[in-house]
């Protein structure tokens, strides 16, 4: 067990639609990461929050968006969903919003299906 | 930027023999690495990571993992494996310092798969 927490477990949606997805970070953890891990794939780096900004983004398009609140807990939007959207979306909490991020805990993730 | 390849998508093993799984990287800029394993419908877990000192490294499970860094090269390795050791493992690198150390580049996986 990791502390950190994603919800829902398993999601499905239909293209065009929009989703939330949700993580609780460890306690302590100042930082969240998500990632995308298509099938098949290791995880892509989506985007980084840092005590409630931005702190990196990866090469995903601006209908990825996110939000991390003050008690560090994160939530990840998708717009417009496409089919290529389907995947594992994983959460990563760590302590360390500066410097190199060694210290990343991941959640269990949220399986996206979209049809 | 940094790139991961792991030489092998698949490696079957008899259960209790030894298994080395490849990891290479590319990076014209210091990177740390790290292993993670994967298990059916779970997150990521960390298996270990080196950061500097020792380029043998010791990790949960009994995996170890040796850095190289003339060959740019992670393996890792286990001498007797269990069935409990099925399972994706990814190698993975992050800058150590400058710009974009924040993100995790991840190989693609490579798939164990005990046997009995």
């Known amino acids: 067990e990791t502390g950190v927490t994603q919800s829902p477990t398993h999601l499905i949606k239909t293209r065009g639609q929009q989703v939330t997805l949700r993580c609780s970070s460890q306690s302590g953890h100042n930082t969240v990461s998500w990632y995308q891990q298509a099938l098949g794939q290791g995880p892509q780096f989506i985007f980084q929050y840092y005590r409630e900004e931005e702190n990196g983004r990866g090469n995903f398009p601006p209908r990825f968006s996110g939000l991390q609140f003050p008690n560090y807990s994160s939530e990840l939007n998708v717009n417009a969903l496409e089919l290529d959207d389907s995947a594992l979306y994983l959460c990563?909490?760590?302590?360390?919003?500066?410097?190199?991020?060694?210290?990343?805990?991941f959640g269990q993730g949220t399986r996206l299906t979209v049809v | 930027a940094q790139s991961v390849t792991q030489l092998d998508s698949q490696v079957p093993v008899f259960e209790e023999a030894p298994v080395e799984l490849r990891c290479n990287y590319s990076s014209s800029v210091s990177v740390y690495l790290f292993w993670y394993v994967q298990y059916p419908n779970q997150g990521l877990q960390l298996l270990l990571k080196?950061?500097?000192?020792?380029?043998l490294v010791k990790g949960i499970n009994g995996f170890e993992a040796e850095f190289n860094k003339s060959q740019t090269s992670f393996h890792l390795r286990k001498p007797s494996v269990h069935i409990s050791d099925t399972a994706e493992y990814f190698c993975?690198?992050?800058?150590?310092?400058?710009?974009?150390?924040?993100?995790?580049?991840f190989g693609k996986g490579t798939l164990l798969t005990v046997n009995p």
């Open positions: 993975a690198v992050i800058r150590s310092s400058g710009g974009s150390n924040y993100k995790l580049t």
């Open positions: 080196y950061l500097s000192g020792s380029t």
């Open positions: 990563a909490s760590s302590h360390n919003g500066q410097g190199a991020n060694t210290e990343a805990f």
